[in-house]
Structures are given as C-alpha cells and as structure tokens.
C-alpha cells in the first residue's frame, strides 16, 4: 500500500479498501472488509456510509499516512475498538481502551434482564450494584433504559473508572451513577444504601488459565488480563466470592445477575447450591447466542 509513483493505477478508496482486506486476511485480523471501513473513515474523518459514495476518490497524503498507520497497528492485533476509541454497546456509544474490557454482544444480555426487572416493577426505586463496571457499559445501559434505577458502578482499577466516569458523563447520567474504587464486594459504607442493594449485576473475569493461553491475539496481548482471568486458575474463583460475600451487600431477595462462560453453568450453579440460601431464577441469553450467558438467582 506504498505510494512509489509506479503504481498503474491510483488508490481510491475502492482499491484501498481491498487491499487492505485481503490483507487482513492474510493476518488475521478481527473484523476483515468491515474493520477496513471502520478504520479508512476514521483516516478520512467521514462515517463509513460515506465511503460508498467515495468509491472512486483518492485519499489525499494525510489521510493515506493516517490509515496505513491505523492498517499496521491492527496487523499486530491491536483491537479495532482501541484504535477506533469507541464501540457500541445496547445503541449506545461507549468510549473505550486498553484500560477496560471491550463490551461484547453476549453481555447485553445482562444489561437486558436487567433493565426488565427494573420494568416489571416501575413504582419502585432500584438500588443496583455494578460490580466490576469497566467501560461502565452495563450501569449506563440500564440506567438509561431504567429511569427507575440509581446505581454504584465499582471496580478494582482506577484507569477503568476513568474510562467509566467518561461515559457516564457523555450519558448525562452522573446523578444516578456513581463509581467507587473497591475490590469485589469490600465498599466504603457511604457507598451501600440502607438496607442493602436490590441487586447486583457483575460481567467477572470468568476465563481459565488454560483457555486464556488460547485466546486469540487481539484479545490476550491486548484486553486487560485482570478483566478476563481471576486469580484462581479455573475461571471460578469470583462466582465462589459471589455466593459467599453478595450478602454483605444485598437487601433480603435481593437478585444477583452474573454473566458466565459459554461452558460454566453446571459449576456456577454448584457453587451456589453448596452455599446454601441462594435461589436458583433461572438463566438469560441472547436470542442470537446459543449459550446461557446470564446466571440469575435470589438471596433468601
């Protein structure tokens, strides 16, 4: 894709963009003919739909510069989100990079339950603890589906809540989200309503050792590790903190929301049962995802 003036024809935005995703191909990058679109209209300033009608143009210098330098960061895997520095989640557009976990499809799922039990009783407040909040992804979908919630969006990384109190901000919805540094369920008592939370909802560090090792570039040499792996090598450890310390913080028939891996449920809801007082709800899913994603149970 260099410019040495012996090319037979000009790179338009056509030829550039399949170049670059045959390319891509070739290395494997996330998202091959769309991340090529996503990341030539942030070279050019415009949005992606502009591009079909721009197929003939030519890029001037600047914005071919700034798109090779964009090509060769992704062709080291670099997420396209990061390089894009947003990604949406729920139709919302959420500021993102390599401080927090890039919000996925499966994780709406949660975020959707969520919102539907805030629904199903709408006289009511809903206090709601965000546990391990990230890009702040969950806490500003639901509270922006939810007038009815107020929320404490908590995580174990300052540089995550960063990020976090960025988009909840951008949201315009500071007033009823607020973030707190803490580790797992130890909170400041100012950050605990009287009473205890309605419920809890938690997208934890769920993946093994051995499946981590196994990821695909772009997210293990890339995502936050401690965002994907907890410190014990099973995948299980915050699902055992789950069920014995959430009731620290829950209200009585307070719910606990927690995502899982595609392959986790039977030792998830081992866990719980060993505890003894959890009821099981039962489990919530994309309708595109073949797999229950979303665990839901009741502390009695």
């Known amino acids: 894709m260099a410019d040495t003036g012996e090319q037979p024809t000009a790179w338009t935005v056509g030829r550039l963009l399949d170049w670059t995703t045959q390319w891509f191909q070739q290395k494997q990058v996330e998202g091959g003919r769309l991340a090529a679109e996503l990341l030539l209209a942030r070279a050019m300033n415009c949005r992606k739909i502009d591009l079909y009608t721009r197929y003939d143009a030519e890029p001037g210098e600047d914005q071919r510069k700034a798109f090779r330098e964009l090509v060769r960061q992704a062709g080291e895997h ?17 500021q993102v990079g390599p401080a927090v976990l890039i919000p996925r499809p499966e994780t ?11 629904r199903s009783a709408r006289e009511r407040q809903w206090r709601i603890l965000d546990l391990g909040t990230g890009s702040g992804c969950v806490a500003v979908a639901v509270a922006r589906y939810a007038p009815n919630a107020v929320l404490v969006a908590s995580d174990i990384s300052k540089e995550a809540l960063v990020v976090a109190r960025a988009n909840i901000e951008r949201h315009g919805l500071s007033g009823r989200i607020r973030t707190v540094l803490a580790d797992g369920f130890a909170l400041p008592a100012e950050y605990v309503p009287e009473g205890g939370f309605d419920a809890v909802v938690s997208n934890p560090p769920y993946i093994s ?14 995502e936050p590790r401690v965002a994907l ?18 009731p620290t913080v829950l209200a009585a028939g307070g719910r606990l929301l927690a995502e899982i891996g595609h392959d986790q449920l039977a030792s998830v809801r081992g866990i719980f049962e060993s505890a003894g007082r959890w009821d099981f709800i039962g489990t919530h899913r994309d309708k595109t995802d073949p ?6 149970l009741r502390w009695q």
């Open 78 to 94: 670099t997420p396209i989100a990061y390089l894009l520095g947003s990604r949406e989640f729920f139709s919302l557009e959420f």
């Open 108 to 118: 709406e799922a949660l975020a959707q339950r969520m919102i539907d039990l805030c």
């Open 209 to 222: 050792e051995s499946v981590y090792q196994n990821l695909p570039p772009h997210i293990r040499d890339h």
């Open 229 to 246: 792996v907890p410190p014990c090598s099973d995948g299980l450890e915050m699902y055992r903190r789950f069920a014995a310390e959430a």
């Open 291 to 296: 797999h229950e994603r979303v665990v839901e």
